[in-house]
Nanobody
Framework: QVQLVESGGGLVQAGGSLRLSCAASGGTISSYHMGWFRQAPGKEREFVGGITWLGSSTLTADSVKGRFTISRDNAKNTVSLQMNSLKPEDTAVYYC????????????????WGKGTLVTVSS
């Protein structure tokens, strides 16, 4: 059973940057595709980006493309989300997820989820 714990959230001004981390325990994430999702108040959870299990391919949502970057370190059992040029509309709880199947992970069907970390972007 893999446990995922997100960290790095907080309050930042528009235009600023944050780096979120997702640390895994209880198992290795090296064989899982990893994804980041977010849920803003009153909205449905949405896919932000993902990275394949080897880190050879990434996918980011159009809303964050060019601003957010996903990386992973399988040796450290961690995944990161670098967020630059943050906007107030990026305010949300950000979740880390792990999945065996890439196509279904990107649609939100993950095997494991973290509990999330709150990112608040002020204008």
């Amino acid at each position: 059973q893999v446990q995922l714990v997100e960290s790095g959230g907080g309050l930042v001004q528009a235009g600023g940057s944050l780096r979120l981390s997702c640390a895994a325990s209880g198992g290795t994430i090296s064989s899982y595709h990893m994804g980041w999702f977010r849920q803003a108040p009153g909205k449905e959870r949405e896919f932000v980006g993902g990275i394949t299990w080897l880190g050879s391919s990434t996918l980011t949502a159009d809303s964050v493309k060019g601003r957010f970057t996903i990386s992973r370190d399988n040796a450290k059992n961690t995944v990161s989300l670098q967020m630059n040029s943050l906007k107030p509309e990026d305010t949300a709880v950000y979740y880390c997820a792990a999945g065996n199947v890439w196509n279904t992970l990107t649609t939100g069907a993950a095997d494991y989820w973290g509990k999330g970390t709150l990112v608040t972007v002020s204008s």
